[in-house]
């Protein structure tokens, strides 16, 4: 089955600076990745998500960056804001049909300090 | 408004116990899905359905059962809750096949989530 790995565990960084969190996924048929946000207490909400025939996407402040033959992706978030703070997950799965549930790295908190 | 609901929001109980976790959908999704996480750590899946009559079990196996009687409904049941159980319980669904309404194929909507104490 899908193993996706999520890194950093804990990223902490100033407000107004940019934040990276890298996964990476073993399953060379996965073509669907989404990244979710959990706030403290609240229920996971996808940002934003790509598809293996897209190698970049963006929207606003956050983008998430697609290889395939390295099977790595990574989110990106420019002039972070305190409402940035939150754990956040990537996840890898197929949409071939059949699917299962999604593959989640284990989340990064990520602190975004005034 | 189209939602996934979940009931109880939390649940103390006493080992032994028989237990369901009760989850909606109105979004109208032919998926669902139960994870198990632990506060702020990883999402486990433990099970999952196409629809009417399929039930899966996921990654993450555990002791707990479930049903689908109806495409909104997905309950949870623990025979008898024991203080491993203790986690929260979140509930998905998503879309199966196709687009509807401008919703993307696999993008997963989690209900609020159950907490639940086993004491």
């Known amino acids: 089955g899908e193993n996706v790995e999520q890194h950093p565990s804990t990223l902490s960084v100033q407000e107004g600076d940019s934040a990276v969190i890298k996964c990476t996924y073993s399953?060379?048929?996965?073509?669907?990745f989404p990244w979710y946000k959990q706030e403290l207490g609240k229920r996971p909400q996808l940002i934003i998500d790509i598809r293996s025939n897209v190698g970049e996407k963006k929207d606003q402040r956050i983008a998430v960056t697609l290889n395939k033959t390295a099977k790595h992706f990574s989110l990106h978030i420019t002039e972070t804001q305190p409402e940035d703070s939150a754990v956040y997950f990537c996840a890898a799965s197929y949409s071939g049909g059949g699917a299962d549930g999604l593959t989640f790295g284990k989340g990064t908190h990520l602190i975004i300090q005034p | 408004e189209a939602d996934i609901y979940q009931t109880p929001r939390y649940l103390v109980i006493g080992t032994g116990k028989k237990i369901t976790l009760e989850c909606s959908q109105t979004?109208?999704?032919?998926?669902m899905y139960w994870y198990q996480q632990d506060p702020g750590m990883e999402l486990h899946l433990i099970h999952y359905s196409y629809g009417v009559n399929s039930t899966e079990k996921g990654d993450l196996s555990s002791e707990s059962t479930v049903s689908r009687i109806r495409t909104e409904h997905f309950p949870l049941t623990l025979e008898s809750a024991r203080p491993s159980h203790t986690s929260q319980y979140l509930c998905?669904?998503?879309?199966?096949?196709?687009?509807?309404?401008?919703?993307?194929?696999?993008?997963?909507?989690f209900g609020p989530g159950t907490r639940l104490t086993v004491l």
């Open positions: 399953d060379s048929a996965s073509n669907y």
């Open positions: 979004m109208g999704h032919d998926k």
């Open positions: 998905a669904s998503s879309e199966y096949g196709g687009v509807r309404s401008g919703v993307r194929l696999n993008e997963q909507f």
